[in-house]
C-alpha cells in the first residue's frame, strides 16, 4: 500500500507535537509494509497512490483546494483530525491583539476571521492567491466542506470524534487513532537524580495555549523547583519573555531538548505538569506518564478519556487550583499503573494498527 501524506511545509522547521505525531506513525506504519509518501501539496498530476492521508482539521486554506481535486478523482482520503475547539482558550486565554479580537467577535466568528488571517499570510508568503475559496469566510462550512470530501477520519480519542460531530454536524466513518509515547526512548520509569525523584517538569512549546505563565504564577513565592523546558512559539516571544519576567529563584527554562536528554529530565522529575487549555492529549504528558513522574493536567480535551483518575487535574484559569493539584501529585506516592497504561495502550505501534485500520476502511469505501 503507497499512502501520500500531506503535511504542512514547516513541519520539522518549527516542530511541534503534530511533527512527533506523524513522523512517529510513519515509521511505524512502514513496518507494517506501508509505503508513506510526504509531501506539502498534491502533485500534478497526482503521484500513484492507493489513498492521500491529510492532517489538521483547522489548515482548512491548506485544504480546499486539495478537497475539490480528491473530489474529482478516484483515490480516497483520510484525515487526522488534530482538533479541539477553542472556545473557552479564546474567551480567557488567547493574549495581544488576537485576544481582543476573540473576545470581540466571540469564538465562532474570530476562527472564521483567523482562517481568512493565515490565508492571506500564507498567500503573501507564497506570492499568489492561488487557493481562494469562499468557504475561507466561514469556518464551519470549510470545515464541514472538508470533512465531507475525506471517506475517514482519524480523531485522536472518542471525546474529539463527538466533538466534531456535535459542532459540524457531519457523520463520517471514523477511527480512533490514540496519542502515544515512544516507550522505547520513554520507558519503563526510573530515578535517575541521586536523590530520587524531585521537583516539577513542565515541557511544551512556550506559548498562551500552554499556559506556563499560568503555572509560574501559581507556584510563585512557594520553595518548590520547577523547570520548564520549550522553545517560544511562533510569534510568542512577548509571552515567552512575560513568563520568564514573572518567574521567581526556584524556577529553571532549559529551552528545547531532544528526546534522550527529555527522558532524563522526565525521570528526575516528581511531578509534570501541562496546564493547558487543552490537550488532544499532549504527548510530553504521555511521555512523562511512562517515565513514572505523577502528572498534572487540565480537563481541556480528552485528558480524562487517557489518563482518567490516575492524573491530578486543575483549572487553566486558577492559580489555586494548580497550586493545589501541584501540591497533591508532588505528596503522591508514584503510580506505576499509569506507565503501564501508556505502554500497553498509547505507544506507536498501536497508532499505526488503527491508522492501517482507517486506511483499509476508507478503501472498501471507496470500491463501495
Known amino acids: 500500500m503507497r499512502a501520500l501524506w500531506l503535511v504542512r511545509e514547516n513541519l520539522e522547521r518549527h516542530p511541534g507535537g503534530d511533527t512527533t505525531q506523524i513522523l512517529q506513525t510513519r515509521a511505524a506504519l512502514e513496518r507494517l509494509g506501508v509505503q508513506v509518501i510526504l509531501a506539502h501539496r498534491l502533485p500534478a498530476p497526482p503521484l500513484a497512490c492507493d489513498l492521500v492521508h491529510l492532517f489538521h482539521l483547522d489548515r482548512l486554506w491548506e485544504h480546499l483546494s486539495v478537497c475539490r481535486r480528491l473530489r474529482a478523482g478516484r483515490v480516497p482520503a483520510v484525515l487526522s483530525t488534530i482538533y479541539w475547539p477553542s472556545d473557552e482558550f479564546d474567551r ?3 493574549s495581544g491583539w488576537q485576544g481582543r479580537l476573540a473576545r470581540a467577535f466571540g469564538s465562532r466568528r474570530y476562527q472564521s476571521l483567523r482562517l481568512v488571517q493565515r490565508f492571506a499570510l500564507d498567500s503573501l508568503r507564497r506570492r ?12 464551519q462550512a470549510a470545515a464541514r466542506y472538508l470533512l465531507e470530501s475525506v471517506a475517514v477520519i482519524l480523531p485522536n ?3 474529539e470524534l463527538r466533538e466534531i460531530q456535535v459542532r459540524f454536524g457531519v457523520e463520517r466513518p471514523a477511527v480512533i487513532v490514540p496519542n502515544a509515547a515512544d516507550v522505547a526512548t520513554f520507558g519503563p520509569g526510573v530515578d535517575v537524580a541521586p536523590g530520587g525523584r524531585a521537583g516539577v517538569l513542565c515541557v511544551g512549546r512556550i506559548e498562551p495555549r500552554k499556559n506556563q505563565l499560568a503555572l509560574i504564577e501559581a507556584l510563585r513565592g512557594t520553595d518548590i523547583p520547577l523547570t520548564i523546558v520549550g522553545a517560544p512559539g511562533r510569534f510568542n516571544a512577548r509571552y515567552a519573555r512575560r513568563c520568564r519576567q514573572a518567574a521567581g529563584p526556584q524556577t529553571r527554562f532549559l529551552g528545547r531538548r531532544e528526546p534522550t536528554a527529555l527522558r532524563d529530565l522526565y525521570q528526575a522529575a516528581r511531578v509534570h505538569a501541562c496546564v493547558s487549555w487543552y490537550e488532544t492529549p499532549g504527548l510530553a504528558s504521555l ?13 481541556g480535551g480528552c485528558t480524562r478519556e487517557y489518563f482518567g483518575q490516575q492524573a491530578f487535574y486543575a483549572r487553566p484559569d486558577d492559580p489555586a487550583s494548580i497550586r493545589a493539584a501541584v501540591e497533591a501529585a508532588l505528596a503522591a506516592a508514584p503510580r506505576p499503573e499509569l506507565a503501564r497504561r501508556i505502554a500497553r495502550k498509547f505507544n506507536w505501534d498501536a497508532a499505526a494498527r488503527n491508522t492501517l485500520r482507517g486506511y483499509e476502511l476508507a478503501l472498501r469505501t471507496a470500491r463501495v
Open 157 to 159: 480519542s472518542a471525546a
Open 287 to 299: 511521555e512523562a506518564g511512562l517515565c513514572g513522574c505523577n502528572l498534572v493536567v487540565t480537563p
Open 92 to 94: 480567557a486565554g488567547r
Open 128 to 139: 499568489t492567491l492561488r487557493g481562494w475559496d469562499r468557504r475561507l469566510l466561514d469556518f
